[in-house]
């Protein structure tokens, strides 16, 4: 299979989880369905490393690099779920999105990798079409301030930071399941020091409700992480980070779908649409 394929698949399944957490956080909080995701990958990773054959022999650096991903996701999804919360979903995946920028600017400079001219006009067609389809006015929250725009930019970077160091892990010893579990584990161990840091704060908020959309957004996400680690394995950020960041796109489509009364299709739409389409082919004919 291909990277370009996996990273689509990334795509789907995050945009996914989304679509669920937006239901979910009606009744909850983001500090709650961060928790839950973080134990549904850490349960389903670490039973699927044991099944398929154990922990694998890989460099110790790559441990250390890996737990500091842990931190850096686990920012990811407390910084993604509250903008959805504060925002709204459409604007909060568009300035997410933009994280193969970053990605990409990591990864020419740092890891040395090729971007030709396909895939740079790839890159931008992919994000201008994902702004185009994501960036629509919402009705906000009584308690929304500018800097709640600030929430989704910090994920993006974060993300943008966490694909070059993966592909670096990635590049020493091919092992993206049990990289993935480590991770889980990482974001479990750093969301207790947050805990104890930030416990005044936000609660946990356990509502029957919100419990099984967030089951499902877990399941998601964790594949959604399991699958960029497996694109990552099969070819470069400037390739994988484009692709893997057109969620937005599935995301409204989802919504179209299954939140008919949030989301409406019109020309922006259909103009994102065609510039995501146009750009996924041009990376596609990079390969």
């Given at each position: 299979?291909?990277?370009?394929?996996?990273?689509?698949?990334?795509?789907?399944?995050?945009?996914?989880?989304?679509?669920?957490?937006?239901?979910?956080?009606?009744?909850?909080?983001?500090?709650?369905?961060?928790?839950?995701?973080?134990?549904?990958?850490?349960?389903?990773?670490?039973?699927?490393?044991?099944?398929?054959?154990?922990?694998?022999?890989?460099?110790?650096?790559?441990?250390?690099?890996?737990?500091?991903?842990?931190?850096?996701?686990?920012?990811?999804?407390?910084?993604?779920?509250?903008?959805?919360?504060?925002?709204?979903?459409?604007?909060?995946?568009?300035?997410?999105?933009?994280?193969?920028?970053?990605?990409?600017?990591?990864?020419?400079?740092?890891?040395?990798?090729?971007?030709?001219?396909?895939?740079?006009?790839?890159?931008?067609?992919?994000?201008?079409?994902?702004?185009?389809?994501?960036?629509?006015?919402?009705?906000?929250?009584?308690?929304?301030?500018?800097?709640?725009?600030?929430?989704?930019?910090?994920?993006?970077?974060?993300?943008?930071?966490?694909?070059?160091?993966?592909?670096?892990?990635?590049?020493?010893?091919?092992?993206?399941?049990?990289?993935?579990?480590?991770?889980?584990?990482?974001?479990?161990?750093?969301?207790?020091?947050?805990?104890?840091?930030?416990?005044?704060?936000?609660?946990?908020?356990?509502?029957?409700?919100?419990?099984?959309?967030?089951?499902?957004?877990?399941?998601?996400?964790?594949?959604?992480?399991?699958?960029?680690?497996?694109?990552?394995?099969?070819?470069?950020?400037?390739?994988?980070?484009?692709?893997?960041?057109?969620?937005?796109?599935?995301?409204?489509?989802?919504?179209?779908?299954?939140?008919?009364?949030?989301?409406?299709?019109?020309f922006r739409t259909i103009a994102g649409i065609?510039?995501?389409?146009?750009?996924?082919?041009?990376?596609?004919?990079?390969?």
């Amino acid at each position: 299979m291909s990277a370009q394929l996996v990273a689509l698949f990334t795509a789907i399944s995050y945009a996914t989880a989304l679509i669920l957490a937006r239901k979910g956080l009606r009744y909850s909080t983001p500090r709650t369905v961060t928790f839950l995701s973080i134990i549904i990958q850490l349960v389903t990773l670490w039973t699927a490393v044991f099944l398929t054959g154990g922990i694998p022999n890989v460099p110790l650096i790559t441990i250390f690099l890996l737990l500091f991903v842990g931190l850096t996701q686990l920012g990811v999804r407390l910084f993604a779920y509250t903008g959805v919360d504060k925002i709204g979903a459409s604007r909060s995946s568009a300035l997410q999105s933009t994280s193969p920028l970053v990605s990409a600017g990591i990864a020419i400079l740092v890891l040395q990798e090729h971007a030709g001219p396909a895939v740079l006009l790839g890159t931008v067609l992919v994000v201008c079409g994902i702004v185009l389809i994501s960036w629509k006015p919402e009705k906000l929250v009584p308690t929304y301030r500018w800097w709640h725009l600030l929430l989704p930019l910090a994920a993006a970077c974060l993300t943008g930071i966490n694909h070059p160091i993966r592909r670096y892990a990635l590049s020493l010893a091919n092992a993206p399941l049990f990289y993935s579990a480590i991770m889980g584990a990482s974001s479990l161990l750093w969301f207790f020091a947050y805990l104890a840091l930030f416990s005044s704060d936000e609660r946990l908020v356990w509502d029957r409700r919100a419990f099984w959309p967030f089951v499902f957004t877990g399941l998601c996400e964790t594949l959604s992480i399991l699958c960029i680690m497996t694109a990552l394995s099969l070819g470069p950020v400037v390739v994988v980070a484009p692709l893997g960041a057109t969620y937005p796109m599935w995301a409204l489509l989802g919504s179209v779908v299954f939140l008919r009364d949030v989301e409406r299709i019109n020309f922006r739409t259909i103009a994102g649409i065609s510039s995501v389409v146009a750009g996924t082919i041009s990376i596609n004919l990079a390969r």
